[in-house]
């Protein structure tokens, strides 16, 4: 978090957002080039699955989606998968709405666009930062751009690395696990408590359960398995 | 090609949650249990998809040491929950795969 002058200019919040997104790409470009390999091998052409990284942006809900396409899932549980994976950026929208809430329409929905977990991450934590400040910049707005385009830019080059790379790549490498490896190195951060491990254990276990569901829909139950247990531990335990 | 009307509505579903309160500038508050409730959705949604990609194999659960995944996942998984390192579990998991794959060969 580099510091900004006392009174910045536009540019001068805007390249800040840029510089302060950098350290999150670490782990946002390997995820982008496992999205657009996976996404290849699952079937989609290459013009789906980059077209995927602009249109819904959101790289777990864009890898879900991918692995109900790979298994011929109907496209109404694609939909409604990924509407209840992103649903948690409705968290985010709350959250950043009142400081955005002096701006005019074009600039409310470009940065609802760019509301990813990451652009989100590096943008609330800017908010946070200025909290108690008597003065704030009346720029910040570019900041929040310059984190999120930042972000877009490489989620799709990072795509369409992937694209190229999985077609070059042969099945027999066995690349589609990076998925569940991917899953596996971001659940644990959100295992903060017993209620969220038991949202995860119970998920999994109806997950395996119902592999067998018409319709790919042992995803959505057990989705909806997972969040009844965390409610119900968290409320046994409060 | 015929994937892309439904991911076009999954798009605008997803652009209209981001969008809900910047637009609609956070007057209204949902109830609190709904609150609760989405913090348990990455939790549940990832380890759905985690158990059966290791679990299930050509449709059946399979619990042998013949499973090679299951046997790379739990090693991966052991790596992500001390380090919290992603490169790296990934990483480790694919290594494992490829040594198993490579001596069963």
């Known amino acids: ?238 | 090609m015929r994937w892309l009307p439904a991911l076009a509505v999954a798009g605008a579903l997803t652009f209209a949650i981001r969008l809900s309160f910047i637009a609609l500038l956070s007057h209204l508050e949902p109830s609190p249990l709904v609150w609760r409730a989405l913090r348990f959705v990455p939790a549940a949604v990832l380890s759905a998809i985690i158990f059966p990609e290791l679990l299930v194999k050509d449709g059946a659960v399979s619990l042998s040491p013949g499973n090679f995944r299951l046997v790379a996942g739990t090693l991966a998984a052991a790596i992500a929950w001390r380090t919290r390192n992603v490169p790296l579990t990934i990483a480790a998991g694919m290594a494992s795969l490829w040594t198993l794959q490579f001596f069963a060969g």
Not at chain 1, 120 to 147: C, I, M, Q, T
Request: charged content about 15%.
């Open chain 1, 1 to 238: 978090m580099r510091t900004l002058p006392v009174s910045p200019t536009r540019l001068e919040e805007f390249l800040c957002g840029c510089r302060d997104e950098l350290p999150i790409l670490l782990g946002v470009v390997p995820f982008g080039m496992i999205y657009g390999l996976f996404a290849l091998h699952a079937g989609l052409s290459a013009f789906t699955a980059q077209a995927m990284s602009s249109v819904v942006f959101a790289g777990s809900a864009q890898l879900i989606a991918t692995q109900l396409i790979r298994d011929s899932a109907p496209a109404a549980v694609v939909v409604l998968t990924i509407f209840i994976v992103n649903l948690r950026h409705a968290f985010y929208s709350a959250s950043v709405a009142p400081y955005l809430r002096a701006l005019d329409r074009r600039w409310k929905w470009l940065l609802a666009y760019l509301l990813t977990d990451e652009a989100y991450a590096v943008g609330a934590s800017r908010y946070l930062r200025d909290s108690g400040k008597a003065e704030v910049s009346p720029f910040r707005h570019w900041y929040f751009l310059g984190a999120g385009l930042t972000l877009w830019t490489s989620w799709q080059a990072s795509t369409a690395a992937g694209i190229f790379l999985g077609a070059r790549a042969p099945q027999a490498w066995s690349l589609d696990f990076t998925l569940a490896l991917t899953f596996i190195a971001l659940v644990f951060p959100v295992l903060r408590d017993r209620s969220s491990a038991a949202a995860a254990v119970a998920a999994g276990v109806v997950a395996v359960a119902a592999c067998g569901l018409p319709y790919k829909l042992g995803l959505l139950l057990a989705a909806v398995a997972g969040i009844a247990s965390g409610l119900a531990v968290e409320e046994v335990r409060a």
